[in-house]
């Protein structure tokens, strides 16, 4: 039984410290009664249904989380409707102490274990009684999305009675249709629709239409000295909260978006540059080595990303990794052979937050056959695929993360290596757009 978690609760196994609480609530007047039992005249009792619920492995207890109080149980049984027997099925029922009726709390658990079964499990119906008259009950059964579906009659042995009741069920598209994208952890709750309530089409009011050939660079040095030399010049300052500043190669049709640190900053630049014409882009930057073999500038071609951030998670699917279009890393990997560049082919890891490295951390990143650790790529490929555009990404060698101690290697002052790597980009980028064929 997996632990689950709301803002009020906790729902976890039953333990055996559980016994005073399950005593105090099973003895009062008003609450076993509506669920065909017998309140508990004795911790005894209490003591043997305890056990049963600790060996059934399908019975949750829910605690107040600000009191760590066990106050009531939910039951997950493998009962089956018979006209649904083709379906994976579980039975719900529940029991809360009387002192907390009337505060919302079963039907947070409730919801809780709906959103278990339903996208954790993958169970297809869910069912549940309450018996004629218990409107506090029905109010929470329909209150959470199901309806009614028959009359039925319960046996309740301990009341040596049978009661008629009344039978809910909740297939899983209804479920759907209540939640929607609602996930565990909001960072997987993906929406495929490519319309935004803000869409970067807001951009094109105040700015001017771009080349389709263009590089994102992160190399300020350099881009400072091109300037200084009247190689480049700048084209466009997008507008915004902390604006974008896009050059302009003077004797080619290409142009430079200056990079941001970071998935969420670099790819929201990257956006409004697509809405303004990019759609030929090649990426070039820095990042730690975590081999050996990427030796400070070292080229990296990267072919794939592992997903540690939150950009991507909002262009596609939750996935471990994300790729690099095959073409069109076929066609920069062939551009660079045919210039005889010296590279290396491989997976990065890309992380929100260049302070919490830790050597766990890159010891695993390691083991999953990453070459290299920073902040952007992931979140690019994933931007890129989206909006269906041609994008690439070289990445030199920089701080050494293999060894014990952080070691900078000077990696910032190599202007020579991030010079020429922002014209082989440049280069390429202009053979995808008159070579390259979809």
Not at 20 to 38: F, Q, R
Not at 207 to 228: E, G, I, M, T
Request: aromatic share 10%; hydrophobic share 35%; charged share 30%.
């Amino acid at each position: 039984m997996k632990t689950l978690e709301t803002s009020r609760l906790i729902l976890r196994p039953w333990n055996l410290k559980d016994l005073d609480d399950l005593y105090e609530y099973a003895s009062m007047e008003d609450v076993g009664i509506h669920a065909g039992w017998l309140k508990h005249d004795s911790i005894e009792v209490s003591q043997q249904i305890l056990q049963c619920f600790i060996q059934s492995h399908s019975e949750y207890a829910i605690v107040l989380k600000d009191i760590n109080k066990t106050i009531g149980s939910i039951g997950i049984k493998n009962e089956i409707l018979e006209k649904y027997k083709d379906l994976d099925q579980r039975a719900i029922g529940y029991c809360l102490s009387k002192d907390y009726w009337g505060q919302g709390i079963m039907t947070e658990a409730v919801n809780r274990i709906h959103q278990y079964l339903f996208d954790d499990v993958g169970v297809d119906l869910l069912w549940i009684e309450h018996f004629k008259g218990n409107d506090r009950s029905s109010r929470v059964i329909i209150k959470t999305g199901y309806h009614y579906e028959e009359d039925a009659i319960f046996d309740a042995v301990q009341l040596d009675k049978k009661i008629e009741c009344k039978r809910y069920v909740m297939f899983k598209e209804d479920y759907l249709k209540k939640n929607g994208l609602r996930k565990e952890f909001p960072i997987l709750e993906f929406d495929s629709n490519p319309n935004a309530f803000i869409n970067p089409s807001i951009v094109e009011e105040d700015s001017k239409p771009l080349s389709k050939n263009l590089v994102v660079c992160f190399f300020q040095d350099v881009l400072r000295a091109l300037l200084a030399e009247g190689i480049i010049e700048l084209y466009e300052m997008i507008s915004g909260e902390n604006p974008c500043p896009v050059y302009r190669f003077k004797d080619y049709d290409c142009m430079i978006m200056q990079g941001a640190v970071g998935g969420a900053a670099c790819g929201g630049d990257l956006e409004e540059t697509i809405q303004l014409g990019a759609r030929n882009i090649m990426f070039c930057g820095g990042a730690g080595s975590l081999h050996k073999d990427i030796t400070v500038g070292k080229i990296v071609l990267v072919d794939s990303a592992i997903r540690d951030e939150g950009l991507s998670y909002h262009y596609m699917a939750p996935s471990r990794e994300v790729r690099c279009n095959d073409r069109v890393l076929s066609f920069v990997e062939n551009q660079l052979k045919e210039r005889e560049v010296s590279y290396i082919k491989g997976k990065v890891w890309t992380t929100d937050a260049f302070y919490r490295e830790t050597k766990d951390k890159i010891a695993l990143r390691n083991n999953e056959n990453c070459l290299m650790v920073e902040m952007e790529q992931a979140g690019l490929f994933a931007v890129t695929n989206f909006r269906n555009v041609n994008y690439a990404a070289l990445i030199y060698g920089g701080d050494d993360l293999t060894s014990d101690k952080w070691d900078q290697r000077g990696w910032k002052n190599r202007s020579d290596v991030r010079r020429d790597l922002l014209f082989l980009c440049k280069d390429i980028v202009l053979d995808i757009d008159k070579h390259y064929k979809e």
